[in-house]
């Protein structure tokens, strides 16, 4: 199974009051999306992370990565720009990609969301803008505060936009 996320901000405490989550400090917020993590991805799986995994050195974030199952890949986000692929590797995540890339021949992964024509065929899966939404059907926000702090499958995205295509064709 393959599951994206995006923007946990782990060990940052300022993301709770910027983006109104529902914690009370960062441990109660690490905790719960580590505990909403392991709930559904399993050791075998994949999480695409699409940026901005997380804040502190290279010990701290560690040890958050290592508590979180499946295998890891990280799409840089701004954040963490400013450490090297290697650093991330190290860190925990077994691939690490600047940019962005492409799933399926249509689905567009990226951290900061891409200008794409509504009528394109392409759909951009993207973090960045935590709680705000995108306009367009093509757009697809991963980011935690639209999914319960927990990564979405990536099967479960595909199916509900196979489910609105179908609509709009039945519709006309």
């Not at 560690?62 to 990280?74: D, Q, R």
């Amino acid at each position: 199974m393959i599951y994206v996320t995006s923007d946990t901000h782990f060990n940052h405490l300022k993301i709770i009051e910027y983006c109104n989550r529902p914690f009370t400090n960062i441990e109660d917020m690490n905790n719960v999306m580590i505990n909403n993590w392991n709930s559904i991805v399993k050791e075998n799986d994949k999480v695409v992370h699409l940026g901005d995994f997380g804040f502190g050195g290279g010990e701290e974030l560690s040890e958050i990565c290592a508590k979180l199952n499946g295998h890891k890949m990280l799409i840089k986000g701004n954040h963490d720009n400013r450490k090297t692929n290697e650093w991330w590797k190290n860190t925990g995540f077994n691939d690490v990609l600047d940019g962005g890339f492409i799933y399926k021949e249509f689905y567009l992964m990226s951290h900061k969301p891409l200008f794409i024509n509504e009528k394109s065929a392409f759909i951009n899966l993207h973090g960045h803008i935590h709680q705000n939404k995108m306009e367009g059907s093509q757009y697809y926000n991963v980011c935690v505060e639209h999914h319960n702090y927990t990564p979405i499958a990536l099967n479960d995205i595909i199916k509900g936009y196979m489910l609105k295509k179908e609509d709009k064709q039945n519709d006309k």
